[in-house]
């Protein structure tokens, strides 16, 4: 069981005049002030010369935004303002508000989340200019806010102050929508979510951070929305071991449990014979009743991996077919040592797990990615083989067996950013993927490889398979002897219901000031037309993209500023 602890982080200190922006809904009755009163707020202790005014008063010209603000000017004693408002457990909320001084001599002025001290000044001094102090703080459910302040002989100033579930804006930059939010901003414990989310009917959403958790070794995490808040539930924290550990997301399966691969498991594999071989593991709330939103869900694993002939480091996606049987890849092992396609099938009392398809090399080499055919095939792609840039495949039951067939070969790249074409998508009987690819360019001082990527759909044609090209990153650049060195690549990609395709795409520019990473999520417009920015991010690793039944777009960020990394929505409003 996780218990709600009390986070504080202090986020930026900007002097400003301009009106501050709130991303959510504020949790304080009359945060402006423009009652004209103290309407919301309870005051204490000494509260002489302290008032709600408009206009100029002593150094100040006016509110910061609105026609209202509080001046502070007790003499002799604390006076206390403050509010005790509902939160969701275990929520982090933004505190944001904007204060002004002149540096009297003496003062105090200090800021108090429940008996946690955010901020303590002495003779503050900001030339009376506004300036915003903003916090960030996790929620126990029943949450105050309390100011304390003495100013002798002058006054201090407060306005416009908010209490809003949170939170990473700065990692966020040229926002076009305003559907954008970050739902959750992971902490410290938690670490960066690994890529993948998956969606369930009524809307929640999982996935894992690779480390993290009480034991450092990863986490199972749930996202639900309750009234106007995403809870934010850590559901297993790993154990390492034979129980696995550093997950990578899993897929919902039968009886609402959630099915993942991770590192672990027996300890006789790779090179060296002591490298873990992996597991596949099962995680389920307990089946005895819960009292509380905290409860840790149980985990089984269902395989563990025992290497050459059997497949070991299993890596991708897991798909699961009608029957409910479940199938994933391994990157090494087999008959070959060239990686696998197993299947898990459910049996009495466990799980029985069968090598469907070994790699060969000329085949394909590592697979890389895996998709369940609307027709009952499996579609997936390799790291190499084939031309020697990997390969797409297909693999349809036969004769008690499984067949496969290559259906595309892509060609090598040669930088040492490396390259690995992956099937992503299914969609009106095309299969589409994302190929990156490079470039040797040449432009002053010297010569060096820039990397891109190509979104491509493979669909049957007259008894063959046929590639085409729908979108490039390159088509976005200035030419090429204008490319600045680095990588423009597409990450994932997704379809909402009426038809439309989102992308997320990642890119890195070095340069003399410092190495420059960013990404966005847009849609994809073709033919012929420049895709649409829906928003814009600082960082990398902006890999993953999924639609609910709505059409919202969800994802994650790793790491930036303050924050490991973040859950995102957007509801795109073209």
Not at 322 to 328: F, M, S
Request: aromatic share 14%.
């Amino acid at each position: 069981m996780h218990r709600p602890l009390l986070i504080i982080v202090i986020v930026a200190v900007l002097a400003c005049v301009s009106s501050p922006t709130i991303f959510a809904q504020n949790l304080l009755t009359n945060g402006g002030f423009e009652t004209g009163d103290f309407t919301g707020w309870t005051t204490g202790g000494n509260f002489e010369f302290t008032q709600v005014v408009s206009g100029a008063n002593y150094a100040y010209s006016g509110a910061q935004d609105g026609n209202f603000y509080v001046t502070m000017g007790p003499v002799s004693g604390d006076g206390t303002l403050s509010q005790t408002f509902a939160t969701s457990p275990g929520v982090q909320y933004t505190i944001s508000f904007w204060f002004a001084s002149v540096g009297d001599n003496p003062s105090d002025f200090s800021v108090y989340w429940n008996n946690t001290q955010l901020l303590s000044l002495n003779n503050p001094n900001t030339g009376a200019t506004w300036t915003q102090y903003t916090f960030t703080a996790t929620a126990t459910g029943s949450d105050t806010l309390l100011f304390s302040f003495d100013d002798d002989p002058a006054y201090m100033a407060l306005d416009n102050v908010s209490v809003s579930s949170c939170c990473a804006r700065e990692c966020v930059h040229d926002q076009s929508q305003d559907g954008f939010t970050v739902i959750h901003s992971f902490t410290g414990n938690e670490q960066s979510p690994a890529p993948g989310l998956t969606i369930d009917q009524p809307g929640k959403l999982y996935g894992t951070t690779g480390s993290g958790g009480d034991n450092g070794l990863g986490l199972a995490y749930r996202l639900a929305l309750t009234g106007q808040d995403w809870i934010f539930t850590s559901l297993y924290d790993f154990m390492g071991g034979a129980g696995g550990q550093n997950p990578l997301p899993g897929v919902l399966g039968p009886e609402r449990a959630l099915y993942g691969t991770a590192d672990g498991g027996i300890q006789t594999c790779g090179s060296s014979g002591s490298e873990y071989c992996g597991v596949v593991y099962r995680l389920r709330p307990s089946p005895t009743a819960c009292l509380t939103a905290l409860c840790s869900w149980m985990e089984t694993v269902i395989y563990r991996f025992a290497g050459d002939p059997d497949g070991w480091k299993p890596n991708g996606n897991l798909v699961f077919d009608q029957a409910g049987n479940l199938y994933g890849t391994t990157l090494y092992g087999g008959a070959n040592g060239r990686g696998t396609v197993y299947e898990l099938t459910p049996s009495t009392g466990g799980w029985t797990e069968q090598v469907i398809y070994s790699f060969t090399a000329n085949d394909g080499d590592g697979p890389s990615s895996l998709l369940m055919g609307k027709d009952g095939n499996l579609y997936g792609t390799t790291f190499v083989g084939g031309h020697g840039g990997g390969v797409a495949f297909q693999l349809a039951p036969s004769g008690g067996g499984w067949s496969e067939q290559v259906i595309a070969s892509f060609a090598p790249c040669t930088s040492y950013y490396g390259c690995s074409p992956v099937l992503v998508h299914q969609n009106s009987g095309k299969l589409y993927g994302i190929d990156p690819y490079d470039v040797y360019l040449c432009p002053p001082p010297g010569c060096l490889w820039n990397k891109y990527a190509t979104v491509f759909t493979i669909s049957p044609a007259d008894g063959r398979w046929q590639v085409t090209i729908i979108d490039d990153t390159r088509n976005y650049w200035f030419g090429n002897w204008l490319d600045p060195t680095g990588y423009d690549l597409y990450y994932d990609l997704a379809f909402d219901a009426a038809g439309n395709l989102y992308a997320t795409e990642g890119g890195y520019t070095p340069g003399a000031g410092g190495d420059y990473y960013w990404g966005n999520v847009f849609k994809v417009l073709w033919p012929q037309q420049e895709d649409r920015s829906l928003v814009g991010f600082r960082g990398n690793n902006f890999r993953d993209l999924e639609v609910d039944a709505s059409g919202k777009l969800y994802g994650t960020t790793d790491s930036c500023g303050n924050y490991e990394g973040s859950v995102w929505q957007l509801m795109p409003q073209y």
